[in-house]
């Protein structure tokens, strides 16, 4: 008889310290409460799926008041605060008039990290027709081109600041023409690639890490063998570690199952723990692609441990016994508090066996599409 396969993701416990913005099916972007799952849609109203972030901050101050003193002018641009329909649905969208020229607004953030990656976003549109539109300022006078329509679009860059005070600048620098634009909420953050949006009122904004879990106590888990099923929405950039999942018993410090990927070796990595122990920690030599649907699945038996990408099915060394007292199953982060997948979780699956390596093959065939 074949192996039927539990679909999880509507039953993953999902806690997060603060408030967060996501985007619904109809475009308008609102605030969650604390401790909701955040189920974004994208321009099109399709679901992106569950969004998982770590803890980040806007660093600019009046990030959404382009009125505000501490947003710089410099001479021929104008601005009119409550000028049409904002992305979050409100009549707060604020118009910028650049004359002729190379002028701008800018704002002045200090105590960055030099040398660190800095990504700057800011949704914008045409008043009409089209504009086209200057931003830089992170590393010194960089310059980015982005040309805008009627529809609201969330543009940006990221860069390595060149120095510890920065001043990130929406302008007309490249193509000096006149232009009429609307914007609302800028956002500069430390990060390879701008997070969801965090609206700041006079100091930056903070947004704490999402810590998304399943409880495996209710009888439903098979101890000794399974198959788990990810299908992910990444990312266009990472850093440093991020976790697609954990199996854990009391702690990640005890018995755990651990599949992770590392972004500078661009490799999957599994580590096994027993009784405090470290069995294995391998990396797997399978690259997945950033701002990509991925579909990954993870396989283990009392001795056996496989990953399986769109490049194939890798396997950790045999002759272990894995651990048969897990009880959490932690998906995109590590243990809540760091290493989070910083993107989408579309579905997650689970069967009671560890599936052949020709089913995982065909359920990961499609690979990053």
Not at 25 to 50: H, K, Q, S
Request: proline share 3%; with cysteine.
């Amino acid at each position: 008889m074949a192996m039927r396969f539990l679909p999880l993701t509507d039953y993953l416990q999902v806690a997060r310290a603060s408030t967060t913005h996501v985007r619904n099916e109809t475009g308008v972007i609102g605030e969650i409460a604390v401790n909701m799952p955040a189920f974004e849609f994208d321009d099109d109203g399709r679901a992106l799926g569950l969004r998982i972030e770590g803890a980040s901050a806007n660093l600019l101050r009046h990030s959404a008041n382009f009125t505000n003193a501490i947003w710089e002018k410099d001479a021929g641009v104008t601005v009119l605060a409550g000028a049409g329909t904002a992305p979050d649905g409100s009549a707060n969208a604020t118009r910028i008039n650049f004359a002729a020229g190379t002028g701008g607004i800018y704002q002045r953030v200090d105590n960055l990290a030099s040398g660190a990656t800095h990504a700057f976003a800011v949704w914008m549109r045409a008043v009409s027709g089209t504009a086209n539109i200057t931003l830089g300022g992170v590393n010194g006078a960089s310059q980015h081109g982005v040309t805008l329509g009627e529809r609201w679009q969330r543009v940006g860059f990221a860069e390595v600041a060149s120095t510890t005070s920065r001043y990130p600048k929406i302008s007309t620098a490249i193509s000096g023409a006149a232009a009429s634009v609307l914007v609302w909420n800028a956002q500069l953050e430390a990060a390879p690639v701008a997070s969801s949006d965090m609206i700041s009122n006079g100091i930056p904004a903070a947004r704490t890490g999402d810590d998304v879990r399943l409880d495996l106590s209710d009888g439903w888990f098979m101890p000794g063998a399974g198959t788990l099923f990810f299908d992910l929405a990444l990312p266009a950039a990472w850093n440093g570690i991020w976790r697609v999942m954990q199996l854990y018993s009391t702690s990640l410090n005890n018995d755990h199952l651990d599949l992770a990927y590392d972004s500078a070796a661009d490799q999957l990595r599994i580590s096994l723990r027993k009784g405090g122990q470290q069995l294995i920690t391998q990396s797997l030599y399978g690259a997945l692609v950033p701002g990509q649907r991925n579909l990954v699945a993870l396989a283990f038996d009392d001795d056996d441990i496989a990953v399986a990408t769109h490049n194939g099915v890798l396997k950790s060394p045999a002759g272990f016994a894995l651990p048969r007292n897990f009880q959490t199953l932690g998906i995109g982060s590590y243990a809540g508090t760091a290493s989070q997948l910083n993107g989408y979780v579309r579905a997650v699956s689970y069967w009671p066996g560890r599936l052949g390596d020709d089913r995982l093959v065909a359920l990961c065939a499609s690979g990053a599409v």
